[in-house]
Structure formats: structure tokens, C-alpha cells
């Protein structure tokens, strides 16, 4: 059974300063690993996902997130944050590129920048 | 390319009324699902369609929900009698599967139902 498990319900990081973003996934078999964001009265967007390769994903708008096997995780960081970057984000895993490969959710962190 | 289409963005209805939503996928995507999102949760998965059938519906309540995807393309999703903890966003994703291709989901704008 997979699953996800993001830590912090909320993060608050000043404009301009790091973010991380913590997730750890739980898998039997090697996971395919996403980060959705979401913002206010929209649906989910990509911003960046691991399938195979290289284990530091870059995304949109400067996040980027690395595999750890070791440790199971897969945070997401941005070196420098904006205002824009205030929203919901979601990390999830799934396992294959089968029909019947589900994606789980993890149940997200929002994110507040302040000025 | 025109994304997920979701009607309507928003609905208001009173308990053990009946609801229904639609959503038209991205063109080509076989792959339809239909997730619940209850305020401060992620996405939990209803239902999920490979072209006009059906891969999983487990997490499905379908003692009141029902969903469809008669033609492989555009799908409904109703709720009949509502309840008061079907308060929630209703998003639809799609997504090209089989084969090699990412399972990459695109998501639409969701629908906010309100259940008083």
C-alpha cells in the first residue's frame, strides 16, 4: 500500500526567504512522486514530478524537489519566495503507468509568504 | 490546448435533494477520474474511467453516487439524496494512460457544492 504524509498544515516563510516544503511517501515498489499546487477556487496544477533519472526535479515558477530513497522523501524547495507562491500544495505518489496505477494524495501544506 | 471543463463551478443545495456535476476531459485523454476534496483534506479518488469503463470505484459511496462516461469522453457525476457531509469539491482530472506515457493528471477548476 503506498502512501503520503506531509509534515506542517501550514508553513509561513517571509518574502524572499527559503521554502521547504516536507514529504515522505511510503511505497513497496518504486514510486512515481508529484507536487501539485493549488490555489484559491482553482484545481490542482503540476509543478513538478519524479518518474525516473535524475533524483533533482526542477518545476515551474523555481520550485524543485529531490528523491531521497534513503530517506523516503521528496520535499519541495524554492530558494526564494514570492507572494504569488502563497497557495496549497500537495505531494503524491503512485506506483506505474498502468491504467489502474492510482495516485494518492498527501493532505496538504499551505503555504502563507509574509511581507 | 483547452484544459478540463467542470460544470457547474458552484451549487448550493439542501440535504436529500439531488446533484449532479459534468466534466468534458482534455481531448485524447482515455483517462477520466473524479476525486471528493473536503476542506483542509487532498484529493481522495471516487472514480476512475478508462475510456467508457471502469478501473476503481472503491472509494465510491454508491448506495448515492453515481457516475458515468457513456461515450468515453464527456462524464456525470450525481449525488441522490444528498447529505450534509457531501460538502465539498468536486474535481475532475484526466489524464493519457497506458503504455510508457506519464500518468500525469490534469486537473479542471472543480465544483464547490454546499450541502445545507
Known amino acids: 500500500a503506498q502512501s503520503v504524509t506531509q509534515l506542517g498544515s501550514h508553513v509561513s516563510v517571509s518574502e524572499g526567504a527559503l521554502v521547504l516544503l516536507r514529504c515522505n511517501y511510503s511505497s513497496s515498489v518504486p514510486p512515481y512522486l508529484f507536487w501539485y499546487v493549488q490555489y484559491p477556487n482553482q484545481g490542482l496544477q503540476l509543478l513538478l514530478k519524479y518518474t525516473t533519472g535524475a533524483t533533482l526535479v526542477k518545476g515551474i515558477n523555481g520550485f524543485e524537489a529531490e528523491f531521497k530513497k534513503s530517506e523516503t522523501s521528496f520535499h519541495l524547495t524554492k530558494p526564494s519566495a514570492h507572494m504569488s507562491d502563497a497557495a496549497e500544495y500537495f505531494c503524491a505518489v503512485t506506483h506505474g503507468y498502468s491504467s489502474a496505477s492510482k495516485i494518492i494524495f498527501g493532505s496538504g501544506t499551505r503555504l502563507s509568504i509574509r511581507p | 490546448e483547452a484544459g478540463v471543463a467542470q460544470s457547474p463551478r458552484y451549487k448550493i443545495i439542501e440535504k436529500r435533494q439531488s446533484v449532479a456535476f459534468w466534466c468534458n476531459p482534455i481531448?485524447?485523454?482515455?483517462?477520466l477520474y473524479w476525486y471528493q476534496q473536503i476542506l483542509g483534506q487532498g484529493p481522495k479518488l471516487l472514480i476512475q474511467f478508462q475510456n467508457n469503463g471502469v478501473v476503481d470505484d472503491s472509494q465510491l459511496p454508491k448506495d448515492r453516487f453515481s457516475a458515468e462516461r457513456l461515450k468515453g469522453v464527456d462524464s456525470t457525476l450525481k449525488i441522490q439524496p444528498a447529505k450534509l457531509e457531501d460538502s465539498a469539491v468536486y474535481l475532475c482530472a484526466s489524464s493519457l494512460q497506458g503504455g510508457r506515457t506519464s500518468p500525469e493528471q490534469f486537473f479542471g477548476p472543480g465544483t464547490r457544492l454546499t450541502v445545507l
Open positions: 481531448s485524447g485523454h482515455a483517462t
